[in-house]
T-cell receptor, first 109, second 113 residues
Framework: GQNIDQPTEMTATEGAIVQINCTYQ??????LFWYQQHAGEAPTFLSY??LDGLEEKGRFSSFLSRSKGYSYLLLKELQMKDSASYLC??????????WGAGTKLIIKP | IAGITQAPTSQILAAGRRMTLRCTQD?????MYWYRQDLGLGLRLIHY???????GKGEVPDGYSVSRANTDDFPLTLASAVPSQTSVYFC????????????FGQGTRLTVV
């Protein structure tokens, strides 16, 4: 079966750095997405990786290793507004998104 | 309308009733999707449409139907609601089916009692 694993919850301190991991087993691979979802709101797009390596976008970076079935989202200089759930999703061979359950990130002052 | 809009934003529905959740986008995106999101689970795809006039079944299609008469609208119908369909429903669209980001509506919180 297809499976996306990410930690259920993480806690970090304002101003610090946090890394949210995602491992996947899917039938085929056509890219990996990270989305941010604040409580009670819709998911919003953060990043897309289809090749191995690191993609940097401001305070957020996303890394992919296809051979290991692994990705991480790195958040730097954490702000209180970064408190949200972070969703990892993989596009399979049928171009359908398979979603992880999300990682709830709690930022403490 | 800007982006993707869902209606209603929330609804309490008696079991056995028929309900249509509406979704409209003004971005001229080809692909549209319906997901449900339940606590502790990832978003699960109910139905999708890669282009107007075509639809397909996702991971959890039973009890739901969709239509795609035009590019902008993608309604989701529950023919006879059951309590297990209590969930938050998100409609999403993307320019094409693969490799592009999806834009989400604000969600419909549905409670079936």
């Amino acid at each position: 079966g297809q499976n996306i694993d990410q930690p259920t919850e993480m806690t970090a301190t304002e101003g610090a750095i946090v890394q949210i991991n995602c491992t996947y087993q899917t039938s085929g691979f056509n890219g990996l997405f990270w989305y941010q979802q604040h409580a009670g709101e819709a998911p919003t797009f953060l990043s897309y990786n289809v090749l191995d390596g690191l993609e940097e976008k401001g305070r957020f970076s996303s890394f992919l290793s296809r051979s290991k079935g692994y990705s991480y989202l790195l958040l730097k200089e954490l702000q209180m507004k970064d408190s949200a759930s972070y969703l990892c999703a993989v596009m399979d061979s049928n171009y359908q998104l398979i979603w992880g359950a999300g990682t709830k990130l709690i930022i403490k002052p | 309308i800007a982006g993707i809009t869902q209606a209603p934003t929330s609804q309490i529905l008696a079991a056995g009733r028929r309900m249509t959740l509406r979704c409209t986008q003004d971005m001229r995106h080809n692909a549209m999707y319906w997901y449900r999101q339940d606590l502790g689970l990832g978003l699960r795809l109910i139905h999708y449409s890669n282009t107007a006039g075509t639809t397909g079944k996702g991971e959890v299609p039973d009890g739901y139907s969709v239509s795609r008469a035009n590019t902008d609208d993608f309604p989701l119908t529950l023919a006879s609601a059951v309590p297990s369909q209590t969930s938050v429903y998100f409609c999403a669209s993307s320019p094409r089916g693969g490799g592009t980001e999806a834009f989400f509506g604000q969600g419909t919180r549905l409670t079936v009692v």
